[in-house]
């Protein structure tokens, strides 16, 4: 997969004059690497102000838990390796658990935050974000989330209901899912839920086998998206769909990608974003590339949807077996313009 990705990111950096090398992304990687040891989780909520609990809620405490952690009553500072295996129940995992109305809440990572879940129906979370809400969530470092067996999934970030006003992550997030059909997530936004400003200066990644995986999945509301790392999703079985934005019927009012914005998918398709029937999109500004690679139904971007404006000034390409266009177009889009270059096809 890497070589492809690397292959389609020179091609569609050459105009630009950009030099990306697989060196650099690997560098990148190994500088966000923390080691992990032993289950040291936490939990975060508010219970008539902001408590914390390392026993899953059994105990809270209004005194940080962890002294190499930073907390001055409004920002929380994790410095060290978090990390939880089916501490939730017997087939769910967590390393940060975020719950209620925190209000001005800030936190950030500076080292890893990992879930893990293991057997079947296991979901894992490296960030679970129940309800409530959070002034800014800001990723330094690694947020993770691995699950292994049947029918489950592995979420970096998952945002359930609530606000989260600012989130911007300049390190790794990733969710992965190994096994029978599952599926990984990058960052998951469900229904009810909204991120009003989303900004991705590092590596938003979502793997999966079965189902395959998603960089950012939305089915609530994004106000703001702005790309300048990358974001993809990949499947590794034969019938894996991979798609580096996900929106199912969520609205993402402002998409700007400067970035790398790459869908990896297998027999079922691969998006580098995919707009669903009911969803909508407002402005999609590419500046960068948006690219797909693999699959028999293989599209930069996939509309079924509405999109009020698409802006190309960048990199769309699809590298498909069957079915391939750069845009391809089943809902509504009411304006295009394009300076870039869309490759293979634009189907409207």
């Not at 923390?34 to 390392?54: C, H, Q």
């Not at 838990?65 to 501490?87: K, Q």
């Not at 129940?89 to 935050?113: A, H, P, Q, R, V």
């Not at 189902?211 to 999945?217: P, T």
Request: charged share 15%; with cysteine.
């Amino acid at each position: 997969m890497i070589e492809k990705i690397m292959k389609a990111v020179k091609s569609g950096s050459k105009k630009r004059g950009r030099n990306i090398t697989i060196g650099a992304v690997v560098g990148f990687l190994l500088s966000c690497t923390v080691a992990i040891g032993a289950d040291e989780y936490l939990w975060i909520k508010n219970d008539s102000g902001i408590k914390f609990s390392t026993d899953n809620n059994l105990s809270t405490s209004t005194d940080n838990p962890y002294s190499e952690n930073n907390w001055d009553g409004s920002i929380y500072i994790n410095n060290i390796a978090l990390s939880g295996t089916d501490n939730d129940s017997s087939t769910k995992g967590y390393g940060l658990k975020l719950e209620g109305d925190l209000g001005e809440f800030k936190l950030i990572n500076n080292g890893s935050i990992a879930g893990t879940a293991t057997g079947s129906n296991g979901y894992s979370y490296g960030i679970y974000n129940n309800s409530g809400t959070i002034a800014t969530l800001t990723n330094n470092g690694l947020i993770t989330g691995t699950a292994t067996g049947s029918y489950g999934s592995g979420y970096g970030i998952y945002k359930y209901s609530g606000t989260i006003a600012t989130l911007a992550n300049n390190g790794l997030i990733t969710g992965t899912a190994t096994g029978s059909n599952v599926e990984g997530y990058g960052i998951y936004n469900n229904s009810g839920s909204t991120i009003e400003s989303l900004a991705n200066n590092g590596l938003i990644i979502g793997n999966g086998e079965g189902y395959g995986g998603q960089g950012i999945y939305n089915s609530g509301i994004i106000k703001s998206l702005i790309n300048n790392g990358l974001i993809t999703g990949a499947a590794t079985e034969s019938n894996g769909r991979g798609r580096g934005i996900y929106n199912n019927s969520g609205t993402i009012e402002n998409l700007a990608n400067n970035g790398l914005i790459i869908g990896n998918g297998k027999g079922d398709g691969g998006y580098g974003i995919y707009n669903q029937g009911s969803s909508s999109m407002t402005d999609v500004i590419n500046n960068g590339l948006i690219a797909v690679i693999d699959g028999d139904d293989g599209n930069g971007i996939k509309n079924a949807g509405t999109i009020d404006t698409i802006e190309n000034n960048g990199f769309m390409t699809s590298v498909g077996n069957n079915s391939s266009h750069g845009i391809s177009n089943a809902g509504v889009i009411r304006t295009i313009t394009n300076t870039g270059i869309i490759y293979d096809k634009l189907m409207l």
